[in-house]
């Protein structure tokens, strides 16, 4: 829902009290340090998130077999914090890691395998691999497209991630048609304040930006604007 603080402090509560209840290493532990470390992520506090995600995976290789989908999970998540920090050959290395396990431990349309494609797409798009992260994103979309609901967030956030990949490449129209389609399914599926419609707002705004429709694009960034000031700390 966007409420990061609210989350922070219940999974903080879940933690002490499985520091009272459990042995040091159990799974539960490193679960508890993953939702913290993703509420910080969402939050942009990066060293924070890294933090608590490498903790969780210190425990999760203790605890569990090697090729187990919660350190595919590990793996993936510090990959999405050193892709926030802009460094992309250490996040594309975890990623990476994260799909061979999903390979081996799920079956081939698994929704974690889409999500996996989906974030090393995002770096190649920030490498500026353009054709590369195109590739990728469109693999997440297939196996989306085949395991989850027509309005599932995923889904929209895939269409957003090839519109970024267009956008990118300067080919405006095929952005926007994929902005689209991630909005209408984010506002069927998501709460009116959720920073993940922002980010879609803010996609659109950016491609009316590019085509030189100033008034359009102003519009779509000052609704991007209202949500995360509602949504995400003031100094995001």
Request: no cysteine; proline share 7%.
């Amino acid at each position: 829902m966007g409420e990061y603080l609210k989350a922070l402090s219940s999974y903080e509560r879940s933690l002490e009290i499985r520091k009272i209840a459990l042995p040091p290493n159990h799974p539960d532990f490193a679960t508890s340090y993953n939702n913290i470390g993703l509420v910080y992520d969402n939050m942009g506090e990066y060293s924070k998130a890294l933090s608590s995600y490498e903790r969780s995976l210190e425990i999760r290789k203790i605890a569990l077999p090697p090729d187990h989908p919660d350190l595919a999970a590990s793996y993936g998540n510090i990959g999405n914090v050193y892709k926030d920090m802009g460094e992309y050959s250490k996040a594309l290395s975890s990623y990476e890691r994260s799909l061979e396990i999903h390979k081996i431990a799920l079956p081939p349309n698994h929704p974690h395998l889409a999500s996996s494609y989906n974030n090393i797409g995002n770096v190649y798009r920030n490498m500026g691999e353009y054709s590369k992260a195109l590739s990728s994103h469109e693999r997440s979309l297939e196996i989306r497209k085949i395991a989850l609901p027509p309005n599932h967030p995923d889904l929209a956030a895939s269409y957003n991630n090839i519109g970024l990949v267009y956008n990118s490449m300067g080919e405006y129209s095929k952005a926007l048609s994929y902005y689209e389609k991630g909005l209408e399914i984010s506002l069927k599926a998501l709460p009116p304040n959720h920073p993940d419609l922002a980010t879609s707002y803010n996609g659109i705004g950016l491609v009316y930006d590019k085509m030189k429709e100033y008034s359009k694009a102003l519009s779509y960034f000052g609704k991007a604007q209202i949500i995360w000031e509602k949504s995400l700390p003031p100094n995001h």
